[in-house]
């Protein structure tokens, strides 16, 4: 299961030198040069419609970056890749989520139906379950074709696969039949779209 103790903190190590550099060099260049950096995030945000989203305005989330809080943020994101369980035709990890009934179940339970995730919310980070299902209501509302779970307090799923802040994948048969990049730069609902389109032709 994973890196051995001493490789995973030399690994997570390494990966907050990257992270510290990297908000440092943000943090600079945002000072000095706000407009070209400003242009910069546009562009990368422009490319998965983030930056089209009417319901939030670029002054809403372009001064965020490089702050402390984006500085865990990051960091926690990638130290959590760290410990990605999944690849492409492995088996996919069978981790405990919870109904918005409150009923736990596993991954797997939904394998006949195949997935399918429309929207995305905006929420502030939840403390416990009944924050998490709350949260996970703004979801329904929206009327979405699939079952909604959401991930345990250990937050278990979201580890295992790699899924901070938002990632898609297909399972089928058990397997990981697709394993989108990361959003919210990468991720690609059109792929998801097209290869569900193509399973059920
Ligand atoms: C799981 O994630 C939530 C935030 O979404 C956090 O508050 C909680 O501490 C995490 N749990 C663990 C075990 O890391």
């Not at 994101?77 to 109904?99: I, S, Y």
């Not at 790699?162 to 990632?167: F, I, M, N």
């Not at 898609?168 to 394993?179: A, N, P, S």
Request: hydrophobic share 40%.
């Amino acid at each position: 299961m994973g890196l051995p103790w001493p490789g995973l903190w030399l690994k997570r190590l390494w990966v907050l030198l990257q992270v510290a550099v990297h908000v440092a060099t943000g943090k600079v260049l945002l000072t000095f040069f706000p407009e070209r950096v400003k242009q910069h995030i546009l562009a990368m945000g422009q490319k998965t419609g983030i930056a089209n989203n009417p319901h939030f305005s670029h002054d809403n989330w372009i001064p965020t970056f490089f702050s402390t809080q984006y500085f865990w943020f990051v960091l926690k994101v990638h130290w959590q890749r760290l410990e990605d369980k999944t690849e492409l035709g492995g088996l996919a990890p069978n981790c405990p989520v919870v109904r918005l009934s409150g009923q736990r179940c596993n991954i797997w339970d939904f394998m006949q139906d195949g997935w399918a995730f429309k929207n995305n919310v905006d929420i502030r980070n939840h403390q416990n379950l009944q924050e998490r299902l709350q949260a996970a209501h703004l979801l329904l509302a929206r009327n979405p074709q699939c079952p909604v779970v959401v991930d345990t307090m250990q937050n278990q799923s979201s580890q295992h696969y790699a899924a901070l802040p938002e990632r898609l994948y297909v399972l089928q048969e058990g397997r990981i039949l697709y394993k989108g990049k990361s959003g919210p730069w990468n991720y690609n609902p059109e792929e998801v779209r097209v290869l569900l389109e193509k399973l059920h032709s």
